[in-house]
């Protein structure tokens, strides 16, 4: 292959190539990209990943299963290179086109001083037909790992990250060889896996990220793409040269065929790419910071300071009244809490708050006065009412459930999930609809703060003029133009963006919104591991995790439960108008020491050390998670079933503790190393030490 040229974002470095069949890229690290040395292969891989109805499939034995390298790929030749420089970015716009006169752009794009590039693809439509394609994806990487003509023997693992509902986030790390990506004997037969999710709940069995780790080199690949709907990940091995490609779910995986008409252009979902040395866990950590951007525009003063919230949820289970509106309240009075969120069941019927919602009509009987006595309350308690919504669904007890006109229909009848259907968000009567039930409901009442719900799934379509796939792909950016429109006429509005917990723990959702439900465990023993593992997904300033406090709790089970939302954000909830003056005062302590911690939550970086813990239910082992912002860390700590257990470092001062004294938990130096003693299990503390 022939070098085109050597581009350095920092400390990344990417170089490209003309091969005989199209052009490829490689990304390394800058410090040591004079050692890089392209694997050796039989074939060339592109940069640009897509396929044309009416152009071969790949072969090697891979139909049905993958549609990368088809003729329509192989048909690509360069055009040319075009670069485009801002005060703050760059961009390199890589244009291809195939044998029919069809552009294809790969853009690569910097944020000066980011250790994270945007990619994108673009497919234009030169012809005077209308052009299907059937694959598009929005990032290719290959040449992967460029430091050897051949990579050695279990060298290079694939890390993916698990989720279901209330297991948010478990890292799986797997060697190519044990996903059977080793070449063949003869570079005849591909090896293939391909992963990701079907439907509207895009982290719902993985999350869309994904790394390639080189343990000889300590280098990282690690992508992340913005995808609220259907994606796909295919790692791809034919023979030396180990691949990753991902973006929206293929026609073969997701239902998707899209038709291009003559002169439009179609556009991918944004991926995010960092490569460092170092593991998974730093490159996760380098892809979050793009996540600081849209968070600079907003600025919030009161998220700005990482308010802690009350949500009554784990109070009331879907049952608020006025009256306990008010008794929480009193409970509430001087605590230094800044939201108070009116979660689901504020408009429930006879049926209930999941078979009711869409009418968004304040419930008479759980709020006689509707709801001005209440909001007048909050906000004469000097706290900021929020109100909860699941936008795009309708119960199927609700008026709204009959509107079958302008619900997804899906073989000619209504979509129909469990208790829920679904509005057709492309139609404009629902987006006058929602206008009136929601955006004038949360201007006449001042709401401050909107917690936006999602709890099912479309799964892999719906009826509409095309696929499956790309009906789908329309409705979701429908809701997210929604969510664009409730911003500009409110721009003062905090969003929460939640689905049954984390199931759109995304980059587009989470770059749209303020921050995120961390997960639906709300009581569970397993909220730190979650808590802990969503650091490498997003931003622990937007990431709200539950504190349930119940009557009956100990100090030492309060303990556990605070000290879990030093990894992010408070969002309190339980028994709050049944709890003892002993309890209030943990409450407070840990209050005040997280006060101290702001800064570290919102712009430190994480350390996650803990043993290898196989249930999430029964946990054993330990999780001591450092957050370290310049001299100072915050080091918060989850005794399984330990009786000591030994911090990663050293220090020089302690600044303040959280959790110590009242649980008997002991502190020690032995030969220059420090431990803690457990009195129990399920134990959790927290310090904030100075390290010189």
Same mark, same amino acid.
């Given at each position: 292959?022939?070098?085109?040229?050597?581009?350095?974002?920092?400390?990344?470095?990417?170089?490209?190539?003309?091969?005989?069949?199209?052009?490829?890229?490689?990304?390394?690290?800058?410090?040591?990209?004079?050692?890089?040395?392209?694997?050796?292969?039989?074939?060339?891989?592109?940069?640009?990943?897509?396929?044309?109805?009416?152009?071969?499939?790949?072969?090697?034995?891979?139909? $049905?299963?993958?549609?990368?390298?088809?003729?329509?790929?192989?048909?690509?030749?360069?055009?040319?290179?075009?670069?485009?420089?801002?005060?703050?970015?760059?961009?390199?716009?890589?244009?291809?086109?195939?044998?029919?006169?069809?552009?294809?752009?790969?853009?690569?794009?910097?944020?000066?001083?980011?250790?994270?590039?945007?990619?994108?693809?673009?497919?234009?439509?030169?012809?005077?037909?209308?052009?299907?394609?059937?694959?598009?994806?929005?990032?290719?990487?290959?040449?992967?790992?460029?430091?050897?003509?051949?990579?050695?023997?279990?060298?290079?693992?694939?890390?993916?990250?698990?989720?279901?509902?209330?297991?948010?986030?478990?890292?799986?790390?797997?060697?190519?060889?044990?996903?059977?990506?080793?070449?063949?004997?003869?570079?005849?037969?591909?090896?293939?896996?391909?992963?990701?999710?079907?439907?509207?709940?895009?982290?719902?069995?993985?999350?869309?990220?994904?790394?390639?780790?080189?343990?000889?080199?300590?280098?990282?690949?690690?992508?992340?793409?913005?995808?609220?709907?259907?994606?796909?990940?295919?790692?791809?091995?034919?023979?030396?040269?180990?691949?990753?490609? $991902?973006?929206?779910?293929?026609?073969?995986?997701?239902?998707?065929?899209?038709?291009?008409?003559?002169?439009?252009?179609?556009?991918?979902?944004?991926?995010?790419?960092?490569?460092?040395?170092?593991?998974?866990?730093?490159?996760?950590?380098?892809?979050?910071?793009?996540?600081?951007?849209?968070?600079?525009?907003?600025?919030?003063?009161?998220?700005?300071?990482?308010?802690?919230?009350?949500?009554?949820?784990?109070?009331?289970?879907?049952?608020?009244?006025?009256?306990?509106?008010?008794?929480?309240?009193?409970?509430?009075?001087?605590?230094?809490?800044?939201?108070?969120?009116?979660?689901?069941?504020?408009?429930?019927?006879?049926?209930?708050?999941?078979?009711?919602?869409?009418?968004?009509?304040?419930?008479?009987?759980?709020?006689?006065?509707?709801?001005?006595?209440?909001?007048?309350?909050?906000?004469?308690?000097?706290?900021?009412?929020?109100?909860?919504?699941?936008?795009?669904?309708?119960?199927?007890?609700?008026?709204?459930?009959?509107?079958?006109?302008?619900?997804?229909?899906?073989?000619?009848?209504?979509?129909?999930?469990?208790?829920?259907?679904?509005?057709?968000?492309?139609?404009?009567?629902?987006?006058?609809?929602?206008?009136?039930?929601?955006?004038?409901?949360?201007?006449?009442?001042?709401?401050?703060?909107?917690?936006?719900?999602?709890?099912?799934?479309?799964?892999?379509?719906?009826?509409?003029?095309?696929?499956?796939?790309?009906?789908?792909?329309?409705?979701?950016?429908?809701?997210?133009?929604?969510?664009?429109?409730?911003?500009?006429?409110?721009?003062?509005?905090?969003?929460?963006?939640?689905?049954?917990?984390?199931?759109?723990?995304?980059?587009?959702?989470?770059?749209?919104?303020?921050?995120?439900?961390?997960?639906?465990?709300?009581?569970?023993?397993?909220?730190?591991?979650?808590?802990?593992?969503?650091?490498?997904?997003?931003?622990?300033?937007?990431?709200?995790?539950?504190?349930?406090?119940?009557?009956?709790?100990?100090?030492?089970?309060?303990?556990?439960?605070?000290?879990?939302?030093?990894?992010?954000?408070?969002?309190?909830?339980?028994?709050?108008?049944?709890?003892?003056?002993?309890?209030?005062?943990?409450?407070?302590?840990?209050?005040?020491?997280?006060?101290?911690?702001?800064?570290?939550?919102?712009?430190?970086?994480?350390?996650?050390?803990?043993?290898?813990?196989?249930?999430?239910?029964?946990?054993?082992?330990?999780?001591?998670?450092?957050?370290?912002?310049?001299?100072?860390?915050?080091?918060?700590?989850?005794?399984?079933?330990?009786?000591?257990?030994?911090?990663?470092?050293?220090?020089?001062?302690?600044?303040?503790?959280? $959790?110590?004294?009242?649980?008997?938990?002991?502190?020690?130096?032995?030969?220059?190393?420090?431990?803690?003693?457990?009195?129990?299990?399920?134990?959790?503390?927290?310090?904030?030490?100075?390290?010189?």
């Amino acid at each position: 292959m022939q070098k085109l040229r050597t581009v350095v974002f920092g400390d990344m470095t990417i170089d490209y190539y003309q091969s005989a069949e199209s052009v490829e890229w490689v990304l390394s690290p800058t410090s040591l990209h004079h050692e890089v040395q392209l694997p050796k292969k039989t074939k060339f891989d592109s940069l640009i990943q897509a396929k044309l109805i009416g152009d071969d499939y790949p072969k090697g034995f891979s139909t $049905g299963s993958t549609m990368r390298n088809s003729a329509t790929v192989k048909s690509l030749r360069l055009v040319k290179q075009i670069d485009k420089q801002e005060s703050n970015k760059k961009e390199i716009a890589t244009i291809l086109a195939d044998d029919r006169g069809n552009h294809y752009t790969h853009y690569v794009s910097w944020q000066i001083g980011f250790p994270v590039i945007e990619t994108y693809v673009t497919f234009e439509n030169r012809t005077k037909i209308p052009q299907m394609l059937e694959m598009l994806a929005s990032f290719s990487l290959s040449n992967l790992s460029p430091f050897y003509d051949e990579n050695p023997i279990g060298n290079l693992s694939l890390i993916r990250y698990q989720s279901k509902w209330s297991f948010e986030g478990r890292k799986t790390m797997q060697l190519l060889e044990d996903l059977q990506l080793e070449p063949s004997w003869k570079p005849s037969g591909v090896g293939l896996e391909k992963f990701g999710q079907v439907g509207s709940m895009p982290v719902r069995g993985w999350f869309p990220q994904a790394a390639i780790y080189d343990k000889q080199k300590d280098i990282t690949w690690a992508v992340s793409l913005a995808q609220p709907g259907s994606w796909q990940f295919e790692a791809y091995r034919l023979d030396e040269d180990f691949c990753l490609s $991902g973006g929206l779910a293929d026609r073969d995986y997701g239902h998707w065929l899209k038709a291009v008409m003559p002169g439009e252009v179609f556009v991918t979902p944004k991926a995010y790419l960092t490569v460092t040395c170092g593991n998974e866990a730093i490159a996760a950590q380098r892809l979050t910071k793009i996540l600081t951007l849209p968070l600079a525009q907003k600025q919030h003063p009161t998220e700005e300071d990482l308010a802690i919230q009350f949500n009554e949820f784990c109070t009331s289970w879907g049952r608020p009244t006025e009256a306990m509106t008010l008794k929480n309240l009193a409970a509430l009075k001087g605590k230094a809490i800044q939201y108070y969120v009116i979660d689901a069941g504020w408009y429930a019927n006879q049926h209930g708050w999941e078979r009711s919602h869409g009418d968004w009509q304040v419930s008479s009987s759980q709020f006689p006065n509707g709801l001005e006595t209440v909001i007048a309350a909050i906000k004469q308690h000097d706290l900021i009412p929020g109100i909860w919504f699941e936008i795009e669904t309708v119960g199927d007890q609700s008026v709204a459930s009959t509107f079958f006109e302008h619900l997804l229909n899906k073989d000619g009848q209504p979509l129909t999930v469990g208790n829920r259907r679904f509005w057709n968000m492309r139609d404009p009567w629902v987006i006058d609809y929602l206008q009136e039930r929601v955006i004038n409901f949360l201007k006449y009442y001042d709401i401050g703060y909107l917690k936006i719900d999602y709890n099912e799934n479309f799964g892999i379509g719906f009826d509409g003029k095309e696929s499956f796939g790309e009906e789908s792909r329309l409705q979701l950016l429908a809701t997210q133009a929604f969510i664009k429109r409730i911003q500009q006429q409110l721009p003062d509005l905090i969003i929460e963006n939640c689905s049954s917990g984390g199931h759109r723990l995304e980059y587009s959702m989470i770059q749209l919104t303020d921050l995120s439900s961390f997960s639906d465990a709300h009581e569970a023993i397993s909220v730190p591991i979650i808590a802990a593992n969503l650091h490498d997904h997003l931003l622990p300033r937007q990431s709200l995790i539950w504190a349930v406090i119940r009557k009956q709790d100990s100090p030492q089970r309060l303990f556990y439960s605070l000290i879990s939302t030093f990894l992010g954000r408070i969002c309190l909830s339980g028994d709050i108008n049944e709890l003892s003056k002993e309890q209030w005062k943990v409450i407070d302590d840990c209050f005040v020491f997280y006060d101290h911690c702001r800064p570290l939550i919102k712009d430190g970086t994480t350390t996650v050390v803990r043993s290898q813990i196989l249930s999430y239910r029964k946990p054993t082992g330990y999780q001591i998670v450092q957050r370290e912002l310049g001299d100072q860390a915050l080091l918060i700590i989850h005794n399984f079933d330990q009786t000591m257990v030994e911090l990663p470092m050293d220090f020089r001062t302690i600044l303040h503790t959280c $959790g110590f004294e009242c649980q008997g938990i002991q502190l020690q130096k032995k030969k220059n190393k420090w431990y803690l003693s457990f009195p129990s299990p399920l134990m959790g503390c927290a310090m904030l030490i100075k390290l010189r």
